[in-house]
């Protein structure tokens, strides 16, 4: 259980379920541990959160446990896709913890947000990849035909092909000298899917991931995004988290997914 | 390079390729570095082999490098095969280094043999695991459709319709404590392949393998099968070693493909 | 959840507890970890079990997770022994995961056995160890005010007192040598406590383990003294498996335990 | 030995005391081995410092080794004081290396500053952590016994009671974003005692440490802290490295030990 | 091969070569796996550039292999030193991948520049170390005579003689703080060597390297400089990446290879 | 301090050198961290040996540390032989741990034996390797000009011209096979040499050494050997340990120096 998520699952606000997809990872693999290392190095983070002056076992979190993976990509995201619907159609906000990023298709479609905001080292625009449509490098692509736009915040690599198609409308690139100044510029009532994959980190902060991409984020960037979207989030997510490291990734990672439920809950409290 | 392995394509006795396929892995993911890790981790080896009284730089063997992997596992399959049917047909011995168990189908697909000897923990006798009919668990399976006989050497984990299928005509399995004991009781002129999947071994000699299974195999019960099929061996392959140790599966693994050549080019040099 | 311990506690014929004590341990800590290790690396087993034709899923196994340490030793193995005392009252059997040595106190306090067998490479014969009355290294003399016999299988260090103590009636010491050769010779009817400390192999099949000790057991004869006890078993522990090596001490520990439960189960039901 | 801290006990003007303790540590333990890591890291650097144009074997630190951990942790601070206490006595600056945090109790007791200043993720506020009044997290709270005021550099976590006690007059937070412009506003001859737990770094530049806490400071944030603090400094500790990183915390715990020792060297004799 | 790197060598615009020198590293050995790890985790970059538009795989760069070493350093240096002049002779740039940082001797005795640009931590600037003349440390005494001119950034560490040499006028230290604003100041025309040892990055950053020095350089202050000089380099390496880290160094490494080449190319071609 | 080796110089009947050198180490570098392995990893072990019936402590053994290396390997044996030497003329027994293999040679011109034996899964018959006529692999050739004759037990590996040399009449060779049943054929008041190359072991039993050599000995039939030479021996060493494992190089070196250490003084005072 991720530590202090010890909600019912009836009560619940808010429904972490861990999606352990392992399977187009091209570099190094691990991202199927991604849910029980981010479990486990949560365990060092008191409960109580100044800022907010909140107690995250207060805030009705229940932890779902694992889906196990099986080897039809499609049929486990579409049976992701209905675990998670089902938390969303609860009232309550699905937090989903790869795995790799290709999950996010899953939290997106169960949330049918407007925006897609992410935190990633790379575009994620392919159509496919090694011949494979629902590769994590084709996340971005899957989720823009449900959410009207996306925000890459940390993108620092990708083919050409993508650059191209990032350079339409409806692509926001926020390069990562850029996204310690930004902002949403969101309509109000603007839903939002927000997406951490661990990866948008520089390599020194999050070694523990698929695809280390050097000049990247500072932790304190990352967390900024994340507190700024927080209350317009309707489901969240943290991805490409691997073993391959000594805890980094993990504690990182394990740490965005709390500031953004103490956030969204301080939000919606004083709503 | 594999090293030692300096021999040109079309001189070559022996072709080695490595296929790094890395997809069904059930537990610990890291095939796909097999290759790397069992060239790496035989370069501490010597030229020189006493027993035999050979150099292995002189057994024309010939690395191919590696086959990359992609998405379509029938077609990589198909692929592999192709390429190790090339060496064969060229009169050379193909030496496949995993990758996952699955690419022996590849190697027994390219060359045909009447028997095939596997040293593995488990049967691999599943028609499908986790919906995959291409996983690593079914390999012998497939192997059946070619092959008129399996044996299996070290075998001490399986499904029950796995030991049920054992119990066919076509299957041998040799419990881990008779392995030392073992010889084979084929016609003269009977064609092998010989398979080693490397968690036949105890954990203890091969820790970096994807599905550990004590109460295994010693190293020199390994070194005495290999020995024993080599002369009547028309493929070979090594499997399931990953980046997941101290070096100790690939070292071990290196040295049993190295034990392989030069016994069989000794057995077919004196002939 | 401990793979396939999926019954549930008031159905159950063996309740698994963690107990990751890790206080004493005086060289290298994270003993702590070896309940969270020794499932993992258990996710590799087959559910089934071909020499007792058992699946372990059908064997009525309750994972009931891990009481966490307290500050107080005592009050911590009192806790512990009432929840191992509970499952035994209710007619299972206590499948007890450490954490250090110390734990077998409670397992034993709950169980009250006839003879307790140890697979150690200590004797854990002293009164006291860096003043600490409650240490790993006195396990064996605590259990001896419970029960009227210890077997130490394996032991191949201790101090002087400890080995003077060793020579009274009540303990019997089987050096490594004589393992494989041991059998129980119990009257009918003498209930076991079965304790393994898996520092009892040689550090080459269990790296991960608190104090190494070289010239130990290989697993087959940790695995013949299991098999030999359990059908008069009444309680089981598995020890000072901890996070210091690739897996190799939890997979043959998670091993052991399954061993135990088949074996047991075997035995119970063909009498 | 610490490097180049090779001045005879009489001769010394810093005493370097070892303190193994590794009990209370809540998460991933190791700190026991945190002397050993310290000294081992730092035999890279060079004798020499260019800004204060001083080399480390001339300043007179000698390196008294470790000093054992027994069962009584009461007894063991006390024992640690005591000579801690005798090197003060003798007109030098006691520099501890720890083990955990719990150690910097012993330090001052032994010196008794009017300020202590504390670099920690962590307000370590408790009363007690686990039924343990000795705890790591009880640091501050025993150290406001001796000490009038204590300032916490890099605070970042806590209990709801321990911000509430952070709130009385006697502690001063600076949160991690206010550090780079923190300067001590202490008054003329205030003494000082320095404790540096190496968790106040972003996990990041100090992944081994017991309990990771991201957001944290960087490398030069530290220095600069305890280069101010250094010429009014009767006692110095580093704290919390564990072995579970790859030398990172080490190293830069090293290196803030020798920043330390330069620093207040350099003001001693410029005065 | 080193990614992307498939240029024939006749073709070649940029020749890398790898020279796995390991011989005088004074505290953590490794870098002999220096050339392997940087094309290892090079792996995961994209072919395409965003910034200069180009694709790595389309600029020429031939990778030619290890040089493997032998005793005499001399002679191994001579031998390097031809290879890579053999390359320049051919207008090709030659890429360096240590490896130790003595073989940048070679490099600049095959290119001979005007000035050598240095990212490091340290001076380099001893006449011998360890009673070595060619030992990691000196190469920047030995490079001075061919180079007129040397720019060590980031420098931090050396001995007393290293920074007295480093007061004279062919020397030019740039701290850690000052290389951020950090320009080249040289005359056109003026021909540069750049060599990145990797140990410049802040250990956090980098710490895969043989002596991590605290308080170091962020990756994209090191980028900042590669790009800076790139136009007028005739000869670049990457030395000091070792295998004792989860990949970062060798990750950050490779990146900085690749910028180099990018900006090397688009300079050229935009002239 | 190796544990328990308290004795004084003066007084000592041992004395124990570590000698970190790691220069010509061909694959795996790190056997300069051997002898801070060896001491690390004995510390688990108790003081008591029940076999003997002696406390280690009691035993006479003086750690006289490490002697740093320099880079000119003929002088460095110099004066390593001086130093054992001393000890020697004092009637003490030289106790080396390595540190490469190479420092035998200083060992053995310490202690002119009439006999070297060695467990070692290699020949080290060669006159140069890689240009280096000291390097580790020329050991047992070095060794020859000072003794009689040398006894390789475990040795399955060497060059063409290593074999042929070792058929020589002053060379023996006992294969790994072989092993157990050897006994010493010397006559009365030969002098021995004891060197234990920690590669003789299985690679599973010792992967932390710097060329794995699978099919190696078991950790009894090591012990074996040591146990029935050492009443003889007038030199001992264990060599070629190094930190790329989990410690189970370091373990097993440790217990064989402490079970030379305890038969040597038990057969010294029953004589
Ligand atoms: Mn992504
Ligand atoms: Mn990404
Ligand atoms: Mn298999
Ligand atoms: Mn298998
Ligand atoms: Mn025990
Ligand atoms: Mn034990
Ligand atoms: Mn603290
Ligand atoms: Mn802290
Ligand atoms: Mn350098
Ligand atoms: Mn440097
Ligand atoms: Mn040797
Ligand atoms: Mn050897």
Redesign the interface.
């Known amino acids: 259980m991720f530590p202090d998520a010890s909600a019912e699952r009836d009560d619940a606000d808010y429904v972490l379920v861990g999606a352990p997809l ?3 990872t ?5 991202a ?1 541990f991604g849910p ?1 290392r981010v479990r ?2 949560a ?6 959160d ?1 800022r907010t ?1 909140r ?1 995250f076992s207060a805030l009705g979190v229940h932890d779902a446990g694992d889906l196990d ?4 990509v499609t049929e486990y995201l579409d049976f992701l896709m209905g675990l998670l619907g089902d938390a969303a159609d609860d009232g309550a906000i699905p937090l989903l913890v790869g795995g790799e990023h290709t999950v996010s298709v899953a939290g997106v479609r169960a949330t049918e947000p407007d925006v897609f905001v992410c935190l990633d080292a ?1 575009l994620d625009l392919r159509e496919s990849y ?3 449509e629902y ?1 994590h490098a084709t996340v971005t692509r899957h989720v823009l035909d449900i959410a009207d736009r996306a925000v890459v915040l940390g993108a ?5 092909a993508e ?1 191209e198609r990032a350079d339409r409308d409806d692509v926001t690139v926020v390069p990562p ?1 850029d996204v310690a100044d930004w902002e949403p510029d969101f309509d109000d009532g603007t839903s939002v899917y927000c997406s951490v994959d661990i990866d948008a980190a ?7 991931t ?6 990247g984020l500072e ?2 960037e990352l ?1 900024s995004v994340v507190r700024s979207v927080a209350p317009s989030t309707v489901g969240f997510d943290l991805v490409e988290v691997n073993d ?5 990734a993990a ?2 990672g394990a ?2 997914l709390r500031e953004f439920v103490y956030t969204h809950a301080h939000a919606r409290t004083d709503d």
Chains 1, 2, 3, 4, 5, 6 share one sequence.
């Open positions: 392992d399977r187009s091209t570099f190094q693999p691990g199927r029980r486990q190095f365990k060092t983070f008191d409960d109580y100044r002056d107690r993976t099986f080897t039809d790379h090694a011949g494979d590769s620092r690599a990708g083919s050409e650059w000298g520089d390599p020194g902060f999050a070694p523990g698929g695809t280390m991409e050097p000049f932790p304190r967390r391959r490291d000594d805890g980094q504690a990182l740490k965005l």
